[in-house]
């Protein structure tokens, strides 16, 4: 696709435009790790996109009254009370994820406005974009960001007795629990993790719009479940691995910037998306040749 | 104490009276709160807005019942609504309107449906996906911008009065009742219970699988472009923007009333009463002064509460 690209519109190999491309995607990534570790762990969150909204206005609104540091860390932090709220409804009260969640996008968004009065929080001080905008060497500030967060989720998955867990709870929930893993307690984990990175990428969105928009990061959930599919993590759980994932992320930003570059209008955009998450998943089952049984 | 209201709570008749006793109670509280709730004008105003709804809550009861779920009727309301919309601009004729609508409703929900049966890609992503293309298709047709500037009559549906009911409500009567035959007494409807509540035993009974599942998203789809249809004809426009994240709102009431995310389970009349649940509850707190940005949280707590009181209350295991 890259060659594709590059081909028709020499802009899209410049360095700039590559860092543009990946300080957008930065914060698909972050969200992307979030809702990997929950869909392998056999969950699903839909109220990342509206924790980012949430996150960022109080990031934006505490950054004006009590400086960037503190405000900062609460938009961190109210983003993994909400996914923490999301865990424990989940695990002890035993209600579905697909509707915690998606009950958890209502409340949060609904909060964003009350918070908000539904307006944009303008009054932030100037410095609040130096987390989006800065640069380390030619490595903007929001790619390293996510790159530190790739690799701590990556050992976090790959290497600790807790992503084995996950993976096995994914899989079969209740061999799992025979088999002494505490079910519950992973749950809870899962889902602050995906609550506090939606957080992180709700200030990082904020910061580079230095503002906090309520309606910021809506329909992101969407999209980012989207990307981490066409990555191949499984919808029901157990299989998939992180790298591939972020590739799925990858493949989403740089299709959307290619066809930006080439003009083509954010409709058919929205379209060619669509497709292509059908036609990949479609390609994947046909190489997988996976047996089916005659009544699916 | 606490094993009498569970005895009570676990009584499956009792479960079904649940929302519907809900919602008259809330009813009977708005009516002290607000002096302007009980009055038919009010009723009236509720009945118009919710019906929409109903139909896709009733057409979201088919899918889930079979086991799917259907992210993409809103964007097939936006698309049946402009693309009636056009049809009368053109035609003038009201009846080729309902068929443009009818026919969007189901090309969409067949193309769900082969995507799920015949490519084997679980319904949730088939139907993620084609919200993005049929919403991308109907902005892309459209230019983006409202189809308006329509002849009289397009908005009659929609806003019209049969003696003192509105059309609307009398349109939803009929879904109603056309949707409960089929699911309820057809051998089509018993049907897509059955496969959804084990697709394997279905099987093994001699029923073919894979079209019944393909026909329930046929039969959302219909729904779904009927109400584009009526949502089209109350604004009196085509708009490719509509419905925008109202098949939440539709799976969420279904849940509400009842119908199970896991397929086999709910009934049709549950799927209404929680859109009348949903519509009253926001009507009431609109006439309270309350802000929309109070509501969405409050309904967000209201979705997560009912479904708590169903998960652990009563299937405790």
């Known amino acids: ?296 | 104490m606490e094993s009498f209201i569970g005895v009570l709570l676990r009584s499956r008749r009792l479960r079904e009276l649940g929302i519907p006793a809900a919602t008259i109670v809330m009813i009977a509280a708005w009516s002290f709160a607000s002096p302007v709730f009980f009055r038919a004008s009010n009723f009236e105003n509720v009945s118009r807005q919710a019906s929409v709804l109903s139909i896709l809550a009733m057409g979201t009861t088919f899918v889930l019942v079979n086991g799917g779920i259907d992210f993409s009727i809103g964007a097939t309301v936006a698309a049946s609504g402009t693309v009636a919309a056009m049809t009368f601009q053109q035609t003038s004729s009201m009846l080729l309107a309902v068929l443009a609508a009818i026919c969007i409703g189901a090309i969409v929900g067949s193309i769900n449906g082969a995507i799920v049966v015949k490519l084997h890609i679980s319904s949730f992503i088939a139907t993620l996906g084609m919200l993005s293309v049929v919403r991308g298709a109907i902005m892309q047709i459209t230019g983006g911008s409202p189809i308006s500037a329509l002849p009289e009559g397009f908005e009659k549906i929609g806003t019209g009065n049969f003696g003192p009911i509105p059309v609307p409500v009398i349109v939803v009567a009929i879904l109603f009742i056309l949707s409960r035959t089929v699911l309820e007494s057809m051998h089509i409807g018993r049907n897509i219970r059955t496969v959804g509540s084990n697709a394997r035993a279905a099987y093994l009974a001699g029923i073919n699988t894979l079209w019944i599942r393909f026909l329930s998203f046929v039969l959302n789809g219909i729904l779904a472009g009927l109400a584009g249809l009526l949502l089209a004809s109350r604004v009196h426009s085509g708009q490719p923007t509509a419905a925008f994240g109202i098949e939440l709102q539709a799976i969420a009431a279904a849940v509400l009333g009842g119908v199970s995310i896991y397929g086999g389970k709910g009934k049709l009349h549950g799927a209404v009463f929680g859109v009348l649940f949903l519509s009253f509850l926001t009507n009431g707190l609109n006439l309270l002064g309350v802000s929309t940005f109070i509501q969405e949280t409050v309904i967000g707590a209201a979705l997560i509460g009912a479904v708590w009181v169903d998960v652990v209350l009563v299937r405790r295991r």
């Open chain 1, 1 to 296: 696709m890259c060659v594709v690209f590059a081909s028709f519109q020499p802009i899209f190999l410049t360095v700039s435009n590559f860092q543009n491309v990946t300080r957008q995607i930065s914060v698909l990534i972050i969200l992307a790790l979030g809702e990997t570790i929950v869909l392998i762990a056999g969950g699903l969150d839909l109220s990342i996109g509206s924790i980012v909204g949430l996150s960022g206005i109080t990031a934006a609104l505490f950054s004006g009254k009590l400086g960037i540091v503190p405000g900062i860390s609460i938009g961190v932090i109210i983003g993994a009370t909400a996914g923490a709220t999301n865990g424990i409804l989940i695990s002890r009260f035993r209600i579905p994820s697909i509707i915690t969640t998606l009950g958890m996008l209502s409340v949060a968004r609904g909060i964003t406005y009350i918070i908000s009065d539904g307006r944009s929080i303008t009054d932030v001080p100037r410095s609040y974009r130096y987390l989006a905008e800065a640069y380390l060497g030619p490595i903007p500030m929001p790619v390293l960001i996510a790159a530190v967060l790739f690799l701590i989720v990556q050992v976090l998955l790959a290497q600790t007795s807790f992503g084995r867990r996950v993976y096995a709870m994914g899989v079969n929930r209740t061999a799992a629990w025979l088999s002494g893993t505490p079910v519950a307690r992973i749950e809870l984990i899962v889902f602050t993790i995906s609550g506090l990175l939606a957080g992180i990428g709700g200030v990082l969105l904020s910061s580079r719009t230095v503002s906090g928009q309520p309606t910021a990061g809506s329909g992101f959930e969407l999209q980012v479940i989207t990307a981490v599919v066409l990555g191949g993590v499984s919808l029901f759980g157990g299989r998939g691995k992180l790298w591939r994932a972020m590739i799925g992320v990858l493949f989403i930003g740089l299709l959307g910037n290619g066809l930006n570059l080439l003009d083509v209008s954010p409709y058919t955009q929205t379209m060619v998306t669509g497709i292509a998450l059908i036609i990949a998943l479609a390609s994947d089952q046909s190489l997988i040749g996976a047996k089916r049984d005659p009544w699916e």
